[in-house]
């Protein structure tokens, strides 16, 4: 029996050291078995998926990535987290959202929130909302001095904190026990609605709060106006900087000093799914404040306060159970990330008013992840990881350009007012859609894996959001749009469009691209018949016109195409079909209207089927 040697565990120690260029040559092996000829680094590049800002994401990260050091959690500049402790001490502070306009609902639900885990409130005042007389019947039982609140008032947010400071007094609370934030964000009110506000009643509410209440912030500065509007996370990060800036600006003007200036400041960002970006925002959001703390003579006050909440454009009205494992991704970046609050949307957001069952499930998304998980056991647990490190670092570069190039339109007003801002936001989201509609981004239940049979989710109307600013854009919208024109279809005829797939040759032949066409058509709601199972140019008419079908797609492989396709083809529309489309690559097949593949224009397909069916 060999006896390994007691030499400090060095496993490797007989293994000859590998190198990235060994590594590159293995994968110039696997790309030319699927058709790329590359070398060298190019075979890497081949590897790499591009995100938005410019920035792409490579397949491999080595130490060769070199980013900045990340330092210490409370020290600048605060990649690692804003406090020494982060969330190691009692995991971040859930906060769930009430923007209901019934007073005695809303104190129903946030007693119910309160006692169920959830730490802090998150309170929408004004039109729509919450009227700034019920807050008192809101808050009915509900500790102020333990429980931190946030205000979301917009243009009321000068008498919603009267009452809250009238509520404090008349309680008795202590001055220094209130916790949470005002709200104020004037210029985040102007990108949500068009309107300007006078930044004087933020600038009053922060000197209050800084003589009188030291644990309480006046201002928001809410990044998710732009994320709503198309943003990526580099304009994300910019826009929040630049509007901080600004109320820098403003408050100092006012007599307080930088410190406490940036004291008063909470800053609000997405969390998507794509919890590395995520991740990588937060911790990057904090080293670029704590450069514009060090810019201003204030490297100290440079930690950076931050609320994430989870995404609203990535929630899905169709299938939105999908929503909670969305959801609990978003959550998982922004515990990892850093963030000081977490903002879990119930599922249904998209849909209405959440129910209790909604509400139960997005609170305990962060009671899972701290309780279970031990999310928040290890300070900054992506600290350390090359391909984190190196994502924070980019996107920092990015958030700096995108807030150069508002500051020199002018600040955040400026560019605002201008249409500079709305003219960015839409050109990303235009590149965005074009993913969208071309499937590059999927998703799931939606564009992906759709469910015609699944049942409706009816939820109570939520008060109107806010217009006359920036645009809110939902990932589904294009496809939404689809499905809604096939719901009406089977309301009025009793049935749903439906595509014919003509199957050719055996299961082996046909089984991938037939699951590819039905995939893709009832993404626009378009049912896809499949039966029988196989067809050829003698049978395909008479299974056609048993179908109900409008159109037909053709499903195999391209040897069988090249023998069958035409046939087959002049078959379906003898029988009737308004359209023949094929599945796979374009090539030149008599009696094909259209192709569909992996990369085609799904929408467009979907759009134009649903025409020349006559389904409105």
């Known amino acids: ?270 969390a998507t799914a794509d919890q590395f970006l995520t991740i990588a925002k937060l911790r990057a959001a904090r080293r670029l404040w704590a450069r514009v703390a060090e810019v201003c003579g204030a490297p100290d006050a440079g930690a950076q306060r931050q609320h994430a909440v989870t995404s609203p454009v990535m929630m899905s009205r169709r299938d939105p159970w999908v929503n909670m494992l969305r959801t609990t991704v978003a959550c998982l970046g922004a515990g990892v990330g850093g963030a000081d609050s977490v903002t879990v949307l119930p599922f249904d957001h998209s849909l209405g008013l959440p129910d209790a069952f909604a509400r139960r499930i997005a609170r305990n998304t962060s009671t899972i992840l701290l309780e279970e998980s031990h999310l928040a056991r290890v300070i900054d647990p992506a600290g350390g990881s090359w391909y984190v490190e190196r994502l924070t670092d980019e996107l920092a570069h990015a958030g700096w350009e995108f807030f150069q190039e508002i500051e020199r339109a002018g600040g955040q007003a400026a560019a605002l007012r201008s249409g500079l801002i709305g003219e960015r936001l839409a050109a990303t989201w235009a590149k965005r859609s074009e993913k969208l509609a071309k499937r590059r981004e999927p998703i799931t239940g939606v564009s992906e894996f759709p469910n015609l049979t699944e049942r409706t989710v009816e939820r109570a109307a939520s008060p109107a959001e806010a217009t006359g600013g920036l645009p809110r854009v939902r990932r ?40 590819f066409a039905s995939n893709l058509f009832q993404a626009g709601g378009v049912e896809a018949v499949h039966d029988p199972v196989s067809v050829d140019a003698t049978t395909a008419a008479d299974a056609f016109k048993a179908s109900g079908a409008a159109v037909a797609c053709l499903c195999s492989s391209d040897a069988l195409y090249e023998e069958q396709a035409e046939a087959v083809a002049e078959a379906l529309t003898s029988a009737g079909a308004q359209r023949v489309f094929l599945a796979g690559r374009p090539a030149e097949h008599s009696g094909v209207d259209a192709y569909v593949f992996a990369g085609c224009d799904a929408v467009s397909v979907l759009s134009s089927t649903l025409d020349h069916m006559g389904v409105a």
Request: aromatic content about 6%; overall charge negative.
């Open 1 to 270: 029996m060999t006896v390994l040697p007691d030499d400090g565990l060095s496993l490797a120690a007989e293994f000859p050291d590998a190198t990235h260029e060994q590594w590159q040559r293995l994968v110039e092996g696997v790309l030319r078995k699927s058709g790329k000829d590359v070398s060298g680094p190019a075979a890497e590049e081949a590897l790499s998926t591009a995100l938005e800002d410019g920035l792409s994401t490579r397949p491999l990260y080595t130490s060769r990535e070199a980013a900045p050091d990340a330092g210490f959690p409370g020290f600048a500049p605060f990649v690692r987290g804003g406090t020494a402790a982060g969330s190691a001490a009692a995991g971040w502070d859930v906060r769930q959202r009430h923007a209901t306009a019934d007073p005695a609902g809303t104190n129903e639900t946030v007693l119910a929130d309160l006692e169920n885990g959830v730490t802090s409130l998150w309170l929408g005042v004004g039109p729509g909302a919450l009227p700034v007389s019920g807050i008192e019947r809101a808050l009915d039982g509900v500790f102020l001095d333990l429980a931190p609140l946030a205000l979301d008032a917009g243009s009321e947010v000068g008498p919603a904190a009267a009452e809250l400071f009238r509520l404090y007094e008349e309680r008795g609370i202590a001055k220094d026990a209130p916790h949470g934030t005002l709200g104020a964000d004037p210029l985040g009110h102007e990108a949500r609605t068009g309107e300007r506000l006078d930044p004087a009643a933020a600038v009053a509410l922060a000197r209050r709060c800084e003589q009188e209440y030291p644990n309480l912030r006046a201002l928001t500065v809410d990044a998710l106006p732009y994320h709503e509007a198309g943003g990526s996370a580099g304009q994300e990060l910019g826009a929040s900087l630049a509007t901080a800036v600004a109320y820098l600006r403003e408050l100092t003007e006012a007599g307080l000093t930088v410190e406490a200036a940036c004291a008063q400041l909470e800053f609000r960002y997405a």
């Open 476 to 515: 589904d919208e294009a496809y939404e749009i689809l499905r809604s024109r096939s719901d009406a279809h089977l309301a009025a005829t009793g049935a749903r469009p439906k595509v014919f797939l003509a199957a050719i040759g055996p299961a082996a032949a046909h089984t991938a691209r037939a699951s």
